[in-house]
Nanobody, 120 residues
Framework: QGKLVESGGGSVQAGGSLTLSCRYT?????MGWFRQAPGKEHEGVGT???????DYEDSVKGRFTISMDNAKNLLYLQMNSLKPEDTAMYYC?????????????????WGQGTQVTVSS
């Protein structure tokens, strides 16, 4: 089993930055971040394979960066140049079985979420 706990959400003006953190309790094949805006489906933001390969949703490429500190058991999502359309609940996700780490909501483990609100 595994547990994911996010932190770091908050409110920021457009153009600002936030860093989300996810504390995990064990290693996974795939980890990543999803988000869900009110009235919308879960959307994959970015993923990280156990080999260190990242993938990002097109709208966040060049603005968001996923990284990991294995010594601290922390996964990060650095978000720069934030836009109002980035407003959503952000979830840390992980999976033991997936190999390709897709940007689809197929992950077995989800955190409780942390809210990000970007004002114009």
């Amino acid at each position: 089993q595994g547990k994911l706990v996010e932190s770091g959400g908050g409110s920021v003006q457009a153009g600002g930055s936030l860093t989300l953190s996810c504390r995990y309790t064990r290693g996974f094949n795939c980890m990543g971040w999803f988000r869900q805006a009110p009235g919308k489906e879960h959307e994959g933001v970015g993923t990280l394979t156990s080999g260190g390969t990242t993938d990002y949703e097109d709208s966040v490429k060049g603005r968001f960066t996923i990284s990991m500190d294995n010594a601290k058991n922390l996964l990060y999502l650095q978000m720069n140049s934030l836009k109002p359309e980035d407003t959503a609940m952000y979830y840390c996700v992980a999976d033991l079985r997936l190999r390709a780490c897709p940007l689809a909501p197929l992950y077995d483990f989800w955190g409780q979420g942390t809210q990000v609100t970007v004002s114009s």
